[in-house]
């Protein structure tokens, strides 16, 4: 793999230098795993990591599909000797685990929001992977200077969203690319969604309007889930008629990942079967709205 060894990162605040030395950061006369650049409230928590490893883990069947597009997507977009790859919102760490096996001459960044969950996530990764703590509408990375940038299910958790993907075109280098997941469904925003401290629900309509107005021009679209959104759609109508208790709803979000991994083989084969499909058609609908943009200038 083409190392990060001896890269100088922007320092954080309070900090003059900051150098990534292939194990680690030197911040002054300190060495860190993980360079924090501090941030203010938002729609994750280290709680949120925490609960849904707990229900669905690594192996859930919409997580192991989302992995797969993404995976396959930068490898497509942006996966060449000496690529460099952040992966903004590493949560556990699972997908950055997958490209570095499936691109391993490429060099990985990984960012999170919650300094909590990176440092689960350094525990489980290589250590020759750089962890970043930031603010994605405050991104500290210099200007053009990442080559394919992945985010799953991240942008539903951020207010200024608009002001996250304006920060991505800047980041990402001409011809770069943007690899990103969101729920679908702006119509279906429930109860789940509240305790998951999503802002809001996408139509893939108002996502591709977004991602291109902040600069990019769009490579790919379409849906994850296709064949198992008639069932999400109908559970999302009956959640938004209920009345959960706030004090309920972690133990209600739960139950309800834990449930969905009873379709197990049957709902993993009818996802295999609509990967193929996204490779002839545009999938119209589906739990998550999948789109790759292209920096082209």
């Not at 959640?239 to 309920?248: K, S």
Request: with cysteine.
């Amino acid at each position: 793999m083409s190392g990060t060894a001896g890269l100088d990162f922007p320092p954080p605040p309070g900090a003059t230098t900051a150098r990534w030395t292939g194990t680690a950061f030197t911040v002054g006369g300190e060495t860190r795993r993980i360079l924090a650049y501090g941030s203010a409230p938002s729609g994750w928590t280290d709680h949120l990591t925490d609960l849904h490893e707990a229900a669905a883990g690594a192996d859930h069947f919409i997580d192991v599909a989302s992995r797969s597009h993404a995976v396959s997507e930068v490898a497509r977009a942006a996966g060449g000797p000496g690529a460099v790859v952040l992966e903004v919102g590493i949560s556990s760490g699972f997908l950055l685990d997958e490209m570095i096996r499936r691109l391993p001459e490429a060099t990985f960044i990984g960012a999170d929001y919650t300094l909590g969950t990176l440092e689960k996530a350094a525990r489980r990764l290589p250590g020759h992977v750089p962890l970043l703590q930031f603010d994605l509408t405050e991104c500290p990375l210099p200007t053009a200077s990442v080559d394919a940038a992945a985010l799953l299910n991240v942008l539903e958790h951020i207010e200024h969203d608009t002001t996250a993907l304006a920060q991505l075109h800047r980041i990402l280098k001409p011809g770069g690319a943007v690899i990103i997941e969101v729920p679908a469904g702006e119509g279906l925003y429930d109860r789940y969604d509240k305790a998951l401290l999503h802002w809001r629900r996408y139509g893939m309509s108002t996502l591709v309007r977004r991602v291109e107005d902040a600069g990019f021009q769009i490579e790919r679209r379409s849906h994850l889930g296709f064949f198992l959104y008639p069932g999400f759609y109908a559970a999302k109508k009956f959640g938004r008629a209920q009345d959960t208790p706030a004090a309920a709803l972690d133990a209600s979000v739960e139950r309800s990942i834990s449930w969905s991994r009873r379709l197990g083989a049957v709902a993993a084969a009818s996802l295999a079967l609509e990967a193929r499909l996204r490779s002839i058609a545009y999938l119209p609908f589906g739990i998550r709205c999948l789109v790759t943009g292209r920096r082209t200038a």
